[in-house]
């Protein structure tokens, strides 16, 4: 039997992992498929307060869209932070955000839905929420740190496979109003809050100084031949034009399955098929991640999500759409987790406080712009295809930039296990 790549990699003598590490992952995705759940709800109520509040549907997508650049935005913040308050605190901040947010946007008025999910669910909520917590489990894992960014990641996608369904039915029934204020008050301030007191203390030197003690890069050296801030600027641009395309699916299906005449019902139910297949996968994205490093991780994913993107343009056919938001699904969960290993792979571990949530940022502006740009295609020609294609040119880009990095990988790292380094 061939022997386990994994299992075989010299393990660095102070590895912080251990079972604590494993309860800090798990308690960090329950908070997240919780916490996700309010990125959800402008999707699944979109033509419903599209036809309540009688505007076009590109204001209410920028709506969503504002939620994406608050997250990222507020991520930056907080990501510096949570490292002098604490993660505990800053997420159980977050989430009272996120309950103030949703009830905010509850009042139906366009100003006060933009703040809400704006300011309150994005900046101040999900931006002391998600982006804290990537770098708090960053630091808790250096062998398995691919698969614990991935699972803890795939929250997003647990949230995708319960919510989109219960809150269609819940706007359908009570409408969209009660429905944001319902899950800010029972789900957000209930069960989040408690799982956060049980997150575990954030190791204290036990990631930073071992990894820089054992040849981490400095904080000055070269990164693939070129300086630090440009690859990140690369990596930057990279992350906004992959996740144009990655919006599109996510934001507007359940509009995109009404419009073609399969109904919100049967777009709730396929967004969700989508996003438990992003789950899936994006389990087998982080052990990918493991053998052969974040950046090619990142590139064959980004492969994978453009060929599906284009593969949208090709049916409207229920059958067939369920098959490509499976298939699409798969392509684009291994992305965003692929990004935050890139980071801890290319750059020394006392700077992912910062250049983790940049990444970020600019991905999650590359959504609010994704999303916000379909509804304003939709508005201006009437149907979802222009906004599939424009999704596929922005991929396209991506994947030249990404592949210019990769290529500047030394050759004789291209069949080893990680792109960085081998810590002894």
């Keep these: 039997m061939p022997a386990d790549p994994v299992a075989s990699r010299p393990v660095p003598p102070s590895s912080v992992e251990s079972r604590t590490s494993w309860i800090a992952a798990g308690v960090t995705l329950a908070i997240l498929s919780v916490a996700y759940g309010s990125t959800l709800l402008v999707v699944v109520g979109l033509r419903a307060m599209e036809l309540d509040l009688g505007v076009p549907r590109s204001t209410m997508a920028l709506a969503g869209a504002t939620t994406w650049i608050g997250t990222g935005l507020g991520g930056i913040v907080m990501g510096w932070l949570s490292d002098r308050i604490g993660v505990r605190t800053s997420v159980l901040t977050g989430i009272a955000m996120i309950a103030a947010g949703l009830a905010l946007s509850s009042l139906g008025h366009v100003w006060t839905l933009y703040i809400g999910q704006g300011v ?45 369904a219960v809150f269609e039915r819940l706007i359908a029934g009570a409408g969209w109003r009660v429905t944001f204020l319902g899950f800010a008050g029972v789900i957000v301030l209930v069960t989040v809050p408690l799982a956060a007191l049980v ?78 297949s992003a789950f899936v996968a994006r389990q087998f994205w982080g052990a990918f991640a493991d053998r052969h490093g974040g950046l090619k991780t990142v590139f ?4 994978l999500q453009a060929l599906s993107i284009g593969a949208f343009l090709l049916t409207q056919n229920e059958a067939g759409l369920f098959a490509v938001a499976t298939a699409y699904g798969f392509g684009f969960s291994g992305i ?81 296990s990680r792109n960085r380094p081998v810590e002894a």
């Design 199 to 276: 997150l575990p203390p954030t190791p204290g030197t036990g990631d930073t100084a071992p990894r820089q003690a054992s040849g981490s890069r400095p904080a000055r050296s070269p990164v693939l031949g070129l300086r630090p801030n440009m690859v990140q600027a690369i990596l930057c641009i990279a992350a906004f034009c992959c996740c144009v395309p990655m919006a599109i699916p996510q934001g507007h299906l359940v509009a995109f399955c009404g419009d073609i005449g399969l109904g919100a019902a049967t777009g709730a139910m396929m967004l969700s098929v989508l996003l438990g």
């Design 300 to 303: 064959a994913g980004s492969a």
């Design 336 to 416: 965003i987790p692929a990004y935050v290993v890139s980071i801890r792979d290319l750059f020394p571990a006392a700077e992912a406080s910062w250049r983790i949530p940049l990444v970020l940022f600019t991905g999650m502006s590359g959504m609010a712009f994704g999303s916000w740009f379909a509804g304003r295609l939709f508005d201006h020609f009437g149907y979802y295809a222009p906004a599939f294609g424009s999704g596929v040119l922005f991929n396209i880009a991506n994947l030249a930039l990404l592949g210019f990095l990769v290529l500047r990988l030394p050759r004789s790292r291209w069949g080893s």
């Design 120 to 164: 309150l669910v994005g900046f101040l909520g999900m931006g002391a929420v998600y982006p804290p917590l990537l770098i708090y489990v960053s630091r808790w894992f250096d062998r398995r740190r691919g698969t614990a960014i991935a699972l803890i990641s795939s929250g997003q996608y647990i949230a995708g496979v319960i919510w989109p």
